[in-house]
């Protein structure tokens, strides 16, 4: 009888906390987006001034990362507007979002398995897909990556790019001097104070830093990409409600491009007997209330904010300063690798 009893306690020991994590993880998975309903605003952590992708202009933020927390935003209230905007730097970022300072990072992160087991985070997908590569001036007269050995390169502190940097010179017996910054802005300044001869950091990061030049055509970005760079939003693991509904904000961003919806376009989506196009605007299917939204949540963000390819456009693409390429970043049916799930 000793026994059996032993068993039949130690057997709802084990149900009840079964039961205790059960109940945690569903208090957990509603926590972000209540707090932010009940804050009435999304508090989102971005770069402290890139060019296309985070800048604060006129008191008004703008950018790629910057749309992105404005289409989840639209994407609760209705309203794109209701976002604070946190700026971090490249070394604070990670445990700004770990320690709860803010909702949401969405500044040109990558993606790695070290920063998701480190801070207990969950990279919520790929918004652009980059790579790393080195500016320097014209001047120089080396145009291939495997001419800079002996060179000082300036390098943003704790980024992927410090590491890649140094695997890249090492597996290719080249030496080099690193002059590590703790912002982007540190690193122009240097580089313009010639302490450094290149410049490292992601493509589409030093498409940005050479427009901040007095002459940006004297300057050359290397064809050569050295490395693999996803970058993309960043949430915290111990709410995967919150990191569903992030993630599918970016997946309608891209399947409303897919599906020719765009912010000049959406209204007469709603008139449509597509059934792809119908879950979308949320006329059939109950996905919104299911995240906790309003059914119709992706009418309002891509009314307000637009599809993925009018935010790529408009900050980084063929509408802004930077001019970047589409190319990797281009849809999965157009010869890019976007390939986004569909709602239903």
């Known amino acids: 009888m000793k026994h059996h009893f032993a068993c039949v306690r130690s057997n709802g020991l084990r149900f009840a906390l079964a039961a205790l994590a059960v109940a945690y993880t569903t208090i957990a998975s509603a926590a972000t987006l209540d707090e932010v309903k009940a804050r009435g605003r999304l508090i989102c952590g971005v770069n402290q001034g890139l060019q296309g992708f985070a800048k604060l202009i006129d008191q008004r ?10 289409a989840v935003a639209a994407a609760i209230f209705q309203d794109d507007q209701k976002v604070d905007y946190v700026p971090l730097s490249a070394a604070e970022r990670f445990e700004a979002l770990r320690d709860g300072k803010i909702d949401l990072l969405s500044r040109n992160s990558t993606w790695t398995l070290g920063r998701e087991l480190k801070f207990g985070l ?16 014209r001047s120089a007269g080396i145009f291939s990556s495997l001419e800079l050995d002996g060179k000082t390169v300036c390098v943003l502190q704790g980024t992927t790019s ?4 140094s695997d890249y010179f090492g597996a290719n017996n080249m030496a080099f001097e690193a ?29 940005a830093l050479r427009l901040e030049l007095a002459d940006p055509d004297e300057h050359l970005i290397l064809a050569d990409t050295i490395s693999k760079e996803p970058l993309g939003p960043v949430v915290r693991q111990s709410d995967p409600a919150w990191a569903t509904l992030v993630k599918w904000v970016l997946f309608a961003l891209l399947d409303a491009e897919e599906m020719g919806i765009s912010s000049e376009t959406i209204d007469g989506a709603l008139q449509s007997d597509k ?8 006329k059939d299917g109950d996905f919104g209330t299911d995240m906790g939204l309003a059914n119709d949540w992706a ?8 599809n993925y390819g009018e935010i790529f456009d408009r900050n980084l693409g063929v509408e802004s300063r930077l001019g970047i390429s589409r190319g990797m970043n281009q ?14």
């Open 179 to 207: 002059v590590a910054v703790a912002a982007s802005a540190d690193s122009l300044a240097a580089y313009k104070e010639q302490r450094c001869n290149v410049i490292t950091s992601d493509m589409s990061q030093l498409y």
């Open 275 to 282: 059934p792809a196009v119908r879950r979308f605007v949320g």
């Open 61 to 70: 933020w703008s950018g790629f990362d910057i749309d992105f927390c404005r």
């Open 331 to 344: 849809l999965w049916n157009l010869g890019g690798i976007h390939y986004p799930p569909p709602i239903r």
């Open 162 to 165: 410090e590491t890649n940097l």
């Open 299 to 306: 009418v309002h963000m891509i009314r307000l904010v637009g």
């Open 122 to 137: 969950t990279f919520a997908g790929i918004t652009y897909y980059d790579g790393q590569g080195f500016m320097l001036p």
